[in-house]
């Protein structure tokens, strides 16, 4: 499902239009964005939580060339299924 599948499925169960939804789900999802970058967790209950992690630097290796290359510490964005959706997709 792509997010103009999500709007039209969302539209329909709620009765509302499309725009509206377009719109509510495009608010949801830049709050969720910047809470998460804001270094802050979201927790939605019977969904999941979305948080923000951290990746160590670590050394790796070039596949073309075999040299060894150091690769940056980043963030990550983390996401942990809560146990209703879990319920629901293993059913």
Do not use: H, Y
């Not at 499925?9 to 725009?19: E, T």
């Not at 949801?28 to 927790?43: F, I, M, N, P």
């Not at 019977?46 to 075999?66: I, L």
């Amino acid at each position: 499902m792509n997010k103009q599948e999500l709007i039209d499925a969302v539209a329909a169960q709620a009765g509302i239009s499309k725009s509206a939804t377009a719109e509510t789900i495009d608010a949801v999802l830049a709050a969720v964005s910047k809470t998460v970058a804001a270094g802050d967790s979201v927790q939605l209950i019977g969904f999941g939580t979305f948080a923000s992690g951290s990746r160590a630097a670590r050394s790796g290796r070039n596949p073309k060339t075999g040299e060894t290359i150091e690769i940056a510490a980043a963030k990550t964005v983390k996401f942990t299924a809560g146990k209703a959706f879990k319920d629901a997709v293993n059913q």
